[in-house]
T-cell receptor
Framework: DTGVSQDPRHKITKRGQNVTFRCDPI?????LYWYRQTLGQGPEFLTY????????KSRLLSDRFSAERPKGSFSTLEIQRTEQGDSAMYLC???????????FGQGTRLTVV | DAKTTQPPSMDCAEGRAANLPCNHS???????VYWYRQIHSQGPQYIIH???NNETNEMASLIITEDRKSSTLILPHATLRDTAVYYC?????????FGTGTSLTVIP
């Protein structure tokens, strides 16, 4: 197992475009988390799934953001009508439930120009 | 939001023990103390977690006070590769609030 995998690693997009990121968790991990990290700050929680169910969403997750985990395996995070303020590192993590440790991927760095 | 207080930065000499403190005076009975670290431009790396007993693994030791209001992460023999931002988090495991952490610099 190679750990949590995120794709792409870097994305540059023009303001107003839609972008989609993918996260492949560690096999058999039933929990999957999305976080966002801006420069100089710690990661901020966005949402998490248990299997295919999205159980919690942060107020940071505006209506332009949508996350899915259709078969309880990989997950996608879509941002519609991107804004410059969306520029950040988007991190995915997975775990075997709580309170076990979560393992993070290397993130997708989004730059909105 | 972050429920922990950590010093913003610390230095440690290479080969010495690094002791990173964390205050979490409002911790609830079902919340664990987790430690992660993040090296520049990488995803956070899990270090250790505990509920109330002290814990040790191959990376570090976690000392939690009896009242659980504070804890200390100990890196027994710091190396240059331990230079990173260290986050202390209290959580039930459902979500983590990272705060701004402690930037540890290991000095040769």
């Amino acid at each position: 197992d190679t750990g949590v995998s995120q794709d792409p690693r870097h994305k540059i997009t023009k303001r107003g475009q839609n972008v989609t990121f993918r996260c492949d968790p560690i096999s058999e991990h039933n929990r999957l988390y999305w976080y966002r990290q801006t420069l100089g700050q710690g990661p901020e929680f966005l949402t998490y799934f248990q299997n295919e169910a999205q159980l919690e969403k942060s107020r940071l997750l505006s209506d332009r953001f949508s996350a899915e985990r259709p078969k309880g395996s990989f997950s996608t995070l879509e941002i519609q009508r991107t804004e410059q303020g969306d520029s950040a590192m988007y991190l995915c993590a997975s775990s075997l439930g709580a309170p076990t440790e979560a393992f993070f991927g290397q993130g997708t760095r989004l730059t909105v120009v | 939001d972050a429920k922990t207080t950590q010093p913003p930065s610390m230095d440690c000499a290479e080969g010495r023990a690094a002791n990173l403190p964390c205050n979490h005076s409002t911790i609830s009975g079902n919340e664990y103390v987790y430690w992660y670290r993040q090296i520049h431009s990488q995803g956070p790396q899990y270090i250790i977690h505990g509920l109330k007993n002290n814990e040790t693994n191959e990376m570090a030791s976690l000392i939690i006070t009896e009242d659980r209001k504070s804890s200390t992460l100990i890196l027994p023999h710091a190396t240059l590769r331990d230079t990173a931002v260290y986050y202390c988090i209290v959580s039930t495991g459902n979500q983590f609030y990272f705060g701004t952490g402690t930037s540890l610099t290991v000095i040769p």
